[in-house]
């Protein structure tokens, strides 16, 4: 078994590719319209599917925006640098919503930024190896 892709729902699926694409790096790897469901699924990765996790973007139609509730948390992508990170993601135009820095108890550097549909990411500094 692997772990294929985690799914969320968005409100408007160009303004979601375009962030998952345009600010985060990743790349649409496929888009499919159902119309006798009335929904798309488009799917966007940081590599091909067989090889990566990815997230499949579902947008329902008719619904132009989603509840989050209390239960979900959050996406993590590991960066090589969450301050630099933060500064891409700011002149991409996305918006950060915890600054780089250590985890609270910690010594981790991470950062939050948030998508348009409200969805958390968080970006974990990769541990230097040296």
């Known amino acids: 078994m692997r772990f294929l892709h985690t799914m969320l729902r968005v409100g408007d699926l160009q303004r979601s590719i375009d ?8 790349q649409l790897l496929r ?4 119309p ?9 990765g940081y590599g091909p599917e067989s090889e990566t996790a990815v997230l499949e973007l579902t947008h329902n139609w008719d619904t132009p925006s989603y509840d989050l509730g ?3 948390g959050h996406i993590a992508l590991e960066v090589e640098d ?3 990170a933060c500064d891409e993601v700011r002149e991409r135009g996305g918006k950060v919503t915890r600054e780089a820095g250590p985890m609270k108890h910690g010594t981790t550097v991470i950062a939050f ?3 348009p549909d409200g969805y958390k990411i968080e970006f974990i500094q990769a541990k230097s190896t040296s």
Not at 31 to 34: I, L, P, S, V
């Open 19 to 26: 962030f998952y694409t345009g600010v985060l790096g990743m």
């Open 31 to 34: 888009k499919h319209d159902y």
């Open 36 to 44: 006798d469901g009335r929904f798309t699924l488009a799917f966007v």
């Open 70 to 72: 209390n239960g979900y």
């Open 82 to 84: 969450a301050y630099k």
């Open 113 to 115: 930024v948030e998508d």
